[in-house]
């Protein structure tokens, strides 16, 4: 077997994880709508998702935000600043400080934080946090850290110095000039405005350069400086390189890599970056290669986007970022792929071209749910399809290569996300701007219990079916080995998923193949998309190069059999593979199969 490590992540976010309320009142409080805490992630909790298969648990939003809850200790920020009553958790407050909601005992918060980290390591779990680099939230002031909060020093009377940590306004960007006026008006007991900066004002996280932020603009944060101008365009070449001492990089890179230090001597093991494609390449060698000084096996996961025009780089960012140290970065246009052929019109055959040799297709974090994606399950996206599209889609976008793999809290019981949380809408997505709580989800957590006690039989299958895939994707043909794909071979192949209507097939089903060298290990995986037609007498070509990629040109016969369902072993003559193709039954509306060559 492999001794090698596939990051299996379990995103869990804090605030809604643990939550039992059921009031779920649209823009409620926290008192109305209950909140979870680090102590509703127990042992038995913990026990639950290690044994579907998980090494890596994301603790989602923990770092204390911007927020309308007030503390003795912190007051409330003012609502014009904020996204939602609970805020936004990429709107950071403090970065050495943990978010005072889920703690029991607010003042002790951190401690309470240590013991969780402490909960997650005896399970055996690496534990990632979120790193937000590009913004902060207007409010940001570290208590924790006094002397490492952003603006001091800064010069307030210039948009661009290497060394503020901040892009200042002036008089002559767009808006009239101060006080900066938010897109809050007309919303309950906002004003417009935010006294700090009623004689200056501050670049938004997405790069809006205006004394008037609109509402589509992430104006409750400010833009993080790294040195370079982005106004100037992409070019960063002339930043230090990744062996430049501290004190020869711009201010902001020291304090982020303070930061990041402070959570690395906590005992976190990994960070899921936000937005990394907005910040410079040369920061982000600079800082993994010291942090990974500090622990070789630390992780670091990009949330980037290679079609935002604000990337910092001519190239492919993901591509980028992987060169800059990055375990991966969100692989979103095979997402994007999947999704679309519920919603988009796309095929499975369009899946090919996102299928490529290079180090980005084994290291990169693969999904069909996160926090900024809608759910599967929502009656009102994938077409409509319900949770029962995240087993091909899952099949296919976990098994086509060796990359980390995440599966977002909710998704494996099927969270619809219905109906309006508050500031978010109703979007398709669990809010993370609002107190709520997932009402599917609440019937795995049955009072505290973590067993399932509420599931239906269907949502119970499913989580079950995703602990199977999640096994068998630990096996080395998934872990290291290649790709081979076969719908090419197949779209003139009417045995292979094809409606009356259509002259070539490819359009619901999609087939590969993953082959380790070094163990021989050998899988053939068949999805079918379709929601609700059953494909019959399904055969698989597979060509006589498939054959030579396999190995397995030579032999006269090949068996199979289903490690999914565990269905019996098949064999068939490898001369008929090319010709009349593997037979392979029926296969169902959302059917997978994951066939091991033996």
């Known amino acids: 077997m492999s001794m090698i490590v596939r990051p299996v992540i379990y995103q869990l976010f804090v605030r809604t994880f643990g939550n039992t309320n059921q009031t779920r009142k649209a823009g409620g409080g926290m008192a109305e709508n209950g909140v979870g805490k680090f102590r509703d992630i127990d042992d038995v909790a913990l026990g639950s998702i290690k044994e579907m298969g998980f090494t890596h648990v994301w603790l989602t939003g923990v770092l204390e935000q911007a927020s309308g809850t007030g503390y003795p200790d912190r007051p409330a920020d003012p609502p014009d600043i904020l996204k939602g009553k609970a805020g936004s958790p990429y709107a950071i407050r403090d970065y050495f400080d943990v978010c005072p909601d889920y703690a029991v005992t607010p003042e002790k918060r951190l401690e309470e934080f240590r013991e969780l980290l402490g909960r997650c390591h005896r399970h055996g779990f690496k534990v990632i946090i979120d790193f937000v680099p590009n913004h902060v939230a207007r409010s940001y002031r570290s ?25 200042y306004l002036d008089q002559s960007h767009p808006g009239g000039g101060p006080p900066l006026i938010l897109p809050t008006k007309e919303l309950p007991d906002c ?21 008037s932020p609109s509402i589509n603009d992430w104006y409750e944060t400010v833009k993080l400086n790294y040195g370079h101008d982005f106004t100037q365009g992409r070019t960063t070449s002339y930043l230090p390189d990744k062996e430049a001492n501290p004190g020869e990089v711009p201010r902001t890179w020291r304090r982020m890599d303070e930061i990041v230090s402070y959570w690395q001597e906590m005992g976190v093991d990994g960070f899921r970056v936000d937005m990394a494609h907005m910040v410079p390449m040369e920061f982000w060698r600079w800082l993994v290669k010291r942090a990974r000084d500090r622990d070789a096996g630390v992780f670091f996961g990009a949330e980037a986007y290679d079609s935002d025009p604000a990337k910092l780089t001519d190239l492919d960012v993901l591509d980028e970022l992987v060169k800059a140290g990055f375990d991966g970065a969100y692989e979103h246009p095979t997402y994007k792929c999947i999704q679309g052929i519920y919603e988009a019109g796309k095929w499975a055959n369009d899946i090919d071209p996102l299928t490529f040799a290079g180090e980005r297709f084994h290291k990169c974090i693969r999904y069909v749910e996160n926090h900024d994606e809608v ?7 994938w077409g409509g399809a319900g949770m029962e599209a995240g087993r091909p889609a899952s099949a296919v976008m976990f098994g086509i290569s060796g990359a980390a793999i995440m599966l977002y809290n909710g998704q494996e019981i099927g969270e619809p996300a219905i109906g309006v949380e508050g500031f978010s809408g109703n979007d398709g997505r669990t809010s993370i701007f609002d107190y709520t709580s997932m009402p599917e989800f609440q019937k795995w957590l049955n009072g505290g219990k973590y067993d399932g006690g509420g599931l239906s039989a269907e949502q119970k299958s499913l989580r079950l079916w995703y602990g199977k895939l999640l096994a068998v994707l630990k096996e080395p043909a998934f872990v290291q080995g290649e790709f081979y794909g076969l719908n090419y071979a197949n779209r003139e192949n009417g045995d292979f998923g094809r409606l009356e209507e259509e002259t070539v097939s490819g359009h619901w089903m999609y087939a590969f193949l993953r082959y380790d060298r070094s163990s021989g290990q050998a899988y053939l995986i068949v999805a079918n998309f379709h929601p609700i037609q059953q494909f019959k007498d399904v055969g698989i070509l597979i060509s006589e190069d498939a054959l030579n990629f396999l190995g397995k040109a030579a032999a006269e016969k090949i068996a199979f059999t289903e490690k999914l369902e565990g269905r019996n072993i098949f064999s068939c003559e490898t001369k008929s593979l090319t010709v009349t193709g593997l037979p392979i039954g029926d296969l169902p509306a959302f059917g997978v199969g994951y066939y091991e060559l033996i």
């Open 143 to 167: 208590d924790v850290r006094r002397e490492l909060s952003f603006c001091e020093g800064d010069k307030q009377d210039v948009f661009f110095d290497r060394d503020n940590h901040f892009f």
């Open 191 to 211: 004003s417009g405005l935010y006294e700090p900066e009623t004689y200056f004002g501050r670049v938004t996280g997405n790069n809006s350069v205006t004394w």
């Open 375 to 381: 759910r599967i399950a929502n009656p009102q996206r």
